[in-house]
């Protein structure tokens, strides 16, 4: 497992509720990061998605043992879809509002979301926060 950014900065957590969100709460990670900072793959996986979207701008999703990783808000893709990646792959760059990450689990709809697992590592990789 790997973070998708660095530093892993967190600007916005999982699970603050606010009207803001369709959901009621915030439904992933925000990443604080500048314009063009690199997005890594946090585990291993196949490329289900890779392009823009109304709701999260350029968006890359990541297929790993049935969790898809959601990296939203980018500046730039560079993966397609069917592409393999490996954790620690560059997936492309963050956008001017830094990097969304999320989880979801099958089917995979905006309400399948969970508390991010995967994205949370330092250095030797302990989960931080946890």
Known sequence: MATPVRPALVGCEFGVAGDRWPA???????????????????LAGVVVRAGPTPTYGLLVVVESNGIRHFYARLSAAAVDCDDWVETGDRLGATGGDGLH?????????????????????DPNHRLLGR
């Open 24 to 42: 009621g709460y915030h439904t992933g990670r925000d990443y604080t990061a500048a314009c063009g900072t690199t997005v890594r793959a946090t």
């Open 101 to 121: 990450y999320e989880e979801r689990v099958a089917p995979y709809r905006y309400m399948d979301h969970r508390s991010p697992l995967f994205d949370l590592l």
